[in-house]
């Protein structure tokens, strides 16, 4: 259903943990190389729906608002690809899907995302759910590139040879 709803855009991150030239020192480190990506992509959506952009994160265990502000100030900082013009000044939020329940619709990609990228105990993928967000998945502003979908809805990084190989079915998408 969530494939079908068409006022909504989704972007995804996947990190190819195993593919990654080094490691990340912690999770929380981990967790916030994602998100400047997902920023990166809400940044560029906002822009080209000539908005300012509010954005509320799932709270992981352990992870502050206050290392949400480090990060958010360290980003600043340095050169991303990140529209910071286009995004709520204020700074992005952390919440449950119990306070927020549009959390859960990220929640429901995710776990798609997941399910077609991580073996469950059977060693098994399942690609079914993701395919059937594709249609939501952002392409970027009137872009119909090949590999629009990696740059902007289903941003995969790594994304080098060693990662296409690895999931070849992603092209398909």
């Not at 943990?17 to 959506?45: G, I, Q, V």
């Not at 929640?107 to 990228?117: C, P, Q, R, V």
């Not at 395919?131 to 790594?158: A, C, E, F, I």
Request: glycine share 4%; proline share 6%; hydrophobic share 40%.
């Amino acid at each position: 259903m969530l494939g079908e709803t068409s006022y909504l855009k989704i972007s995804t991150v996947v990190a190819c943990k195993r593919l990654l030239p080094t490691s990340m020192p912690n999770d929380d480190a981990a967790y916030l190389y994602t998100f400047r990506y997902l920023l990166e992509r809400l940044s560029w959506l906002a822009r080209s729906e000539r908005t300012v952009l509010s954005y509320t994160l799932s709270h992981v265990r352990g992870f502050r608002v206050s290392a949400l502000r480090q990060y958010e100030a360290k980003l600043r900082e340095i050169d991303t690809e990140i529209k910071w013009d286009h995004l709520d000044p204020a700074g992005g939020k952390l919440a449950t899907d119990r306070q927020v329940e549009q959390l859960q619709l990220a929640d429901i990609a995710a776990s798609a995302t997941a399910a077609a990228f991580e073996p469950n105990p059977a060693g098994e993928t399942n690609q079914s759910y993701l395919r059937d967000l594709v249609p939501r998945l952002y392409r970027g502003p009137r872009l119909r590139r090949p590999n629009s979908l990696t740059s902007y809805g289903l941003k995969m990084h790594p994304w080098n040879d060693a990662a296409k190989a690895t999931y070849p079915w992603v092209r398909s998408l």
